[in-house]
């Protein structure tokens, strides 16, 4: 009973998974955070995080075995995720937009505190013009007691904003902490072709020899 309980669980983290890596073509595509790509060795599957369409990372650290005599990946572990307002606190977010540069870069800074745990995966993603950006924290492990040190940290976010046409944009962190920000002129440059979109189509003229 329970390898089926953990077979179907496999099965619905998987077909999130594959949720996500489609979406990752598209204009409302999620990019990973601090290298959190799914690894594979000695038919062990990790996979570091999972969206789902209600929530960025809203599940962490999953664990996969692959059993040979059910042909399936075997859920070993996995981590719900958390985020709340309080837990952890973001105190002030500050935008810094790159424009004396090509592409255009954009970076937000957040600081903020926590208690009882560690800190966590930072995950981002875009749907149209907004961002999400969740910051996690790891929970205590079971059994360990929670202390009332609060443990301030700063961390730079780098928003993925290359390709993107110029406009206003807005981000909020956890479900909230939200602004907005400008990008002055089409961040995009060098590319053309080898899709059916028209907007791709080169401006200069390609020839072959005779």
Sequence with gaps: MIKKRFFATALI????????????????????????????????????????PDQIGNY??????????LNAWVLQQVDPAQFNSSNPRIKSVDVFVINDSFPTQVFLQVTGDFTCGEFGQINTG?????????????PIPQGQLCTA??????RVIQLDVYRLSAGDYQYNI???????FTLT??????????????????????????
């Design 13 to 52: 983290l998987c077909n999130c998974v594959a949720m996500t890596i489609v979406n990752d073509g598209v204009a409302d595509s999620t990019n990973l955070s601090n290298n959190n790509v799914p690894s594979y060795e000695n038919g062990i599957l990790t996979i570091p995080r999972v969206d789902t």
């Design 60 to 69: 962490q650290d999953a664990v996969l075995k692959l059993d040979p005599q």
């Design 126 to 138: 875009r749907k149209e013009n907004s961002f999400d950006i969740q910051v996690s924290v790891n």
């Design 149 to 154: 040190d609060i443990t301030e940290f700063v």
């Design 174 to 180: 956890n479900g909230g902490n939200s602004g907005t």
């Design 185 to 210: 002129k089409d961040n995009k440059f060098g590319e053309c072709g080898g899709t059916n979109n028209t907007d791709e189509i080169c401006e200069i003229e390609v020839t072959t020899g005779s």
